[in-house]
């Protein structure tokens, strides 16, 4: 199995920037896409945005899209989210995930990181 851990978060002013990234290590043979969620105080976790690894392929939910990108880099096994214009409602726990091929296509993912703030402050 594929293992991910998140990092790049952290404290940011809103109007402010900041790019998380996943890396994944173990078994990722089998892994096709990479999904990033978010989960905020007081609310149940969000889909945000996913990336097939060879990069051809791309989904946002509706309110992010605009603000963040999601890229890979094959040679460092990472995925990136890039978050602009963060807003205080941005605040949340966010994670990434993996899925194969029909997961990615059914929006069902698997192998979890342990996630990253990100407190954006008024």
């Known amino acids: 199995q594929v293992q991910l851990v998140e990092s790049g978060g952290g404290l940011v002013q809103a109007g402010g920037s900041l790019r998380l990234s996943c890396a994944a290590s173990g078994c990722t043979s089998t892994t096709y896409a990479v999904g990033w969620f978010r989960q905020a105080p007081g609310k149940e976790r969000e889909f945000v945005a996913a990336?097939?690894?060879?990069?051809?392929?791309?989904k946002y939910a509706d309110s992010m899209k605009g603000r963040f990108t999601v890229s890979t880099d094959l040679a460092k096994n990472t995925v990136y989210l890039q978050m602009n214009s963060l807003r205080p409602d941005d605040t949340a726990v966010y994670y990434c995930?993996?899925?194969?091929?029909?997961?990615?296509?059914?929006?069902?993912?698997?192998?979890w990181g342990q996630g990253t703030q990100v407190t954006v402050s008024s």
């Open positions: 995930a993996a899925s194969g091929l029909y997961g990615y296509i059914r929006n069902e993912y698997d192998n």
């Open positions: 990336i097939n690894w060879s990069g051809s392929s791309t």
